[in-house]
């Protein structure tokens, strides 16, 4: 089965604070993406990946950065969050960048910044 | 543009009775892929069922079935004889096959409540 985890479940930051958001997958995927989830607005794709050192904005990049330095990882930094910036987080990955492949999902990093 | 609505915010049934979740779409492309992932108060998102644009066979799985419509650009879901289990946030999504960089476009969700 494929596990895609993500370091932290629950997380408090302050503003101005530098906010680092890890995800790993163990089944040697090529593709990693980094949602929010808001109430009412679904998931919306911050970055993602295809590929080590490769990325691409999502709908919604402003204010994140990603970091892609071994396959198996992908970082959301977060420069200076924001009180805009409480949200759901949730990380997925696919096999490839293949539209038909399903994405796997990690349980999500609940990010509260006061 | 492709665009993904499901309508409905929020449904609550009572256990065992039969519910379905609509989702309508967008898209400007004849290959096409439409996703259902199920969202438990766990948090993860965990995928349903792929469909491919040209294959318009409706699917059963147990309880679960699924109408895809594309005379009326929709994809429906069903769950027959819910059971509390069944709570959780539904959304369906969209993939087109323009491009290898590919994304999914989400619906906003449906939250279903299972009352016992």
């Known amino acids: 089965d494929v596990k895609v985890t993500q370091s932290s479940r629950y997380l408090v930051k302050r503003t101005g604070e530098k906010v680092f958001l890890e995800c790993v997958q163990d089944m040697d995927h090529e593709n990693m993406f980094w949602y929010r989830q808001d109430p009412g607005l679904g998931l919306r794709l911050i970055y993602f990946s295809y590929d080590v050192k490769m990325k691409e904005k999502g709908d919604i990049p402003e204010g994140y950065s990603v970091s892609r330095e071994k396959k198996e990882r992908f970082s959301l930094i977060l420069e200076s969050a924001s009180t805009n910036q409480t949200s759901m987080y949730l990380c997925?990955?696919?096999?490839?960048?293949?539209?038909?492949?399903?994405?796997?999902f990690g349980p999500g990093t609940r990010l509260t910044v006061t | 543009a492709q665009k993904v609505t499901q309508a409905q915010t929020e449904i609550s049934v009572v256990e065992k009775e039969d519910v379905t979740l609509d989702c309508v779409y967008e898209?400007?492309?004849?290959?096409?892929?439409l996703f259902w992932y199920k969202q438990p108060p766990s948090g993860e998102l965990v995928f349903l069922i792929r469909r491919n644009s040209f294959d318009e066979q409706n699917e059963i799985s147990g309880r679960y079935s699924w109408n895809f419509q594309k005379s009326t650009s929709s994809f429906n879901f069903t769950i027959t004889a819910s059971q509390v289990v069944d709570s959780a946030v539904y959304f369906c999504?969209?993939?087109?096959?323009?491009?290898?960089?590919?994304?999914?476009?989400w619906g906003a969700g449906t939250k279903l409540i299972i009352k016992p």
């Open positions: 997925a990955s696919s096999y490839d960048r293949d539209p038909r492949r399903e994405q796997y």
């Open positions: 999504a969209l993939s087109e096959a323009k491009d290898s960089n590919y994304q999914l476009i």
């Open positions: 898209t400007r492309d004849t290959t096409y892929y």
